[in-house]
């Protein structure tokens, strides 16, 4: 019996790690399907500014990186299909890269050796929005930017609601969930999305009604790279006045922050709150920038504000009213001058090394908790910061069983991001320091966040909560995914794994937090 199991070990071990002669069927198999030019191996000389094209954090571009055999810019859906058959035929599993902000860079590097190829589709980019139309069928490349500016241009008065940052990819945004300053009013991300093109682990491409409702379902916020790869999204769009107002507000330490922090997370559990107001704090050193969005006239803002958080001080000289477009521009360069156009920029700096983690915060943590947060961590270390995201309105309000797997909906006050920076090497002294920090706030704050599980956002993806095992028939076990899935997705974890023993039973589609399959018993 011993025997025989080492000997199926030995043998599922082959299949998951394949041999030299693997990699080269593979890419002979990937080559008479596809253009080669699209195919880049290590010696080509584009392979490097390739890789780097849309990483953002050079933590992950030194020399100890595991890096993919090759990388696949698909710029058809049928080289989608090439890439995933010739990976299953020949044994060589593929990492899908959209805009590549993944924080642990899972979707171009592997943690343990590995070979694998990188499957790339910034090629496969394009938004087809029709005037007067609240839908767009989006490609899976695109990225939040070149969304705005699509939406923004050729159907002024809607919007998508998405997140800040305008270079994080649609898809990646979507499979996590995707949070932002209009989820208040239109739900996160995936509760947006009217239908979906995924190429299975069969390499066929299904569309909703093809794919069936479950995995519909969990592909709008179940994690990226588990269930297949979506080629094309059709997104919601939703009504926004033809001027909204952005305020930012810098308050420090001396001007009372921790006073403000009690009253604004308070306001936030106010029904009295209208959806159309969305109020993000980013917390830096010894002062929080307060950072609104109002869909609607500055009038109406100030008028509501005055009534809920009259201890802000929000004055008309503060407002900046805009269009839509125009303050996605403004809130991501920080400059109202900046034109729309810079949205479609996707070049990344690749200037600073960091790491981040996340928490959700359902009891308010009150003025003494706010002022020893400052006192005791923020004012030590001008390297790091916290990113608050009220939560309530449309995602306070939804149930997920319903809409999409994002599960820190009712009662969730808000979402924490931390953030530490370093520059420098990417495993030195100040990397050392900076993660120290981190890891101290993190224990810090948990007195305040959420506890058993203590909830994380799939989208600030940390691996730190744990990664997958895979056990001896070459799955992802169900239990080592419950250590960090149940943080990510709370009771929704199970569904998802049902979805994923549906769809991928032999685990194809996999990195080290995808969700395994569930066993059958
Ligand atoms: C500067 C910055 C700001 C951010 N701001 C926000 C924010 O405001 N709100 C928010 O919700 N998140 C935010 N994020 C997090 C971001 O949403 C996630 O990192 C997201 O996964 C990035 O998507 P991507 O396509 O750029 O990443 P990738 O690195 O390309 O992909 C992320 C994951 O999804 C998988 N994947 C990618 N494309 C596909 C596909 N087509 N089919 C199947 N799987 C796929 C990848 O394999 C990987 O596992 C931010 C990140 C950064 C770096
Ligand atoms: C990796 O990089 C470091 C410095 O960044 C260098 O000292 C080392 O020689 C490199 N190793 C290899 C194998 O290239
Ligand atoms: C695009 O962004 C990069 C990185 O932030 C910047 O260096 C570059 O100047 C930008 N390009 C344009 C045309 O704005
Ligand atoms: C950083 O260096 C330490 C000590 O050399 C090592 O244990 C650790 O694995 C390194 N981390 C990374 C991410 O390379």
Redo the contacts with the bound molecule.
């Keep these: 019996m011993a025997l025989v199991l080492a000997i199926l070990c030995f043998l599922c071990g082959n299949a998951i790690l394949p041999s030299s002669a693997s990699s080269d069927s593979f890419l002979q198999c990937l080559t008479s399907m596809m253009p080669s030019e699209l195919v880049y191996q290590q010696s080509s000389s584009g392979f490097m500014s390739v890789l780097q094209s849309?990483i953002?954090?050079p933590k992950f571009l030194t020399n100890t990186t595991v890096r993919p055999l090759c990388i696949v810019t698909a710029s058809d859906v049928s080289h989608v299909q090439a890439a995933v058959r010739c990976g299953r035929w020949h044994g060589v599993r593929l990492?899908?890269?959209?805009?590549?902000?993944?924080?642990e860079?899972?979707?171009?590097r592997s943690v343990q050796p590995e070979v694998f190829a990188v499957l790339d589709?910034a090629r496969l980019r394009g938004v087809r929005v029709v005037p007067g139309e609240g839908s767009a069928w989006v490609d899976?490349?695109t990225?939040l930017g070149e969304l705005y500016y699509a939406v923004g241009t050729a159907n002024p008065g809607f919007l998508f609601p998405?997140?800040?940052?305008a270079?994080?990819?649609?898809?990646?945004?979507i499979?996590?969930?995707?949070?932002?300053l209009m989820m208040r009013k239109y739900g996160?991300?995936g509760d947006n999305v009217l239908d979906a093109r995924?190429v299975n682990a069969a390499g066929d491409v299904l569309d909703r009604a093809a794919m069936g409702e479950d995995l519909f379902w969990a592909?709008r916020g179940g994690?990226?790279?588990s269930?297949?790869?979506?080629?094309a999204w059709r997104l919601k769009l939703s009504a926004v006045p033809p001027t909204v107002t952005v305020v930012n507000n810098l308050r420090t330490m001396e001007q009372g922050v921790a006073y403000l922090l009690a009253k604004w997370e308070t306001t936030i559990l106010s029904p009295s709150l209208p959806a159309d107001l969305t109020i993000r704090v980013v917390l830096q050193e010894r002062h929080a920038f307060f950072q609104t969005l109002y869909l609607g006239r500055c009038s109406e803002l100030l008028a509501t504000a005055r009534g809920v958080f009259p201890e802000l001080g929000m004055t008309a000289a503060d407002c900046n009213e805009m269009s839509w477009l125009r303050a996605m521009a403004f809130i991501y360069f920080g400059n109202a001058a900046t034109p729309p156009e810079a949205l479609l920029n996707r070049t990344n700096s690749l200037g600073t090394y960091f790491k981040s983690k996340s928490d959700y915060v359902r009891r308010a943590v009150g003025k003494a908790g706010w002022d020893a947060l400052f006192q005791q961590w923020l004012s030590k270390n001008g390297n790091g910061l916290m990113i608050l995201?009220p939560h309530g309105g449309a995602v306070g309000g939804a149930n997920t069983a319903t809409t999409s797997p994002y599960p820190h909906r009712r009662g969730v006050l808000f979402n924490i991001q931390y953030g530490s920076m370093w520059w420098g090497e990417a495993n030195g002294t100040a990397a050392a320091a900076a993660l120290r920090w981190l890891d101290g706030l993190y224990g810090f704050l948990g007195q305040y966040a959420t506890s058993n599980p203590r909830e994380a956002?799939a989208?600030?993806?940390d691996l730190d909560l744990g990664q997958n095992v895979v056990g001896r028939d070459g799955v992802s076990s169900y239990r080592s995914g419950r250590v960090w899935a149940e943080k990510y997705f709370m009771g929704n974890y199970r569904r998802l794994a049902a979805v994923k023993a549906m769809v991928d039973p032999s685990d194809y589609f996999r990195?080290e937090q995808?969700i395994p399959p569930l066993p059958k018993f």
């Excluded at 860079?105 to 171009?108: A, D, I, R, T, V």
């Excluded at 998405?162 to 940052?165: E, H, P, R, V």
């Excluded at 499979?175 to 932002?180: H, K, L, V």
């Excluded at 269930?227 to 080629?231: A, D, E, L, Q």
């Design positions: 849309s953002q954090n990492r899908v890269r959209s805009g590549g902000h993944d924080y860079g899972l979707s171009y589709l899976a490349g990225t998405g997140g800040a940052c270079t994080v990819g649609v898809s990646g945004f499979s996590g969930g995707g949070i932002g996160v991300g995924i592909i994690g990226g790279e269930f297949g790869v979506v080629v995201e956002f989208n600030y993806r990195n995808s």
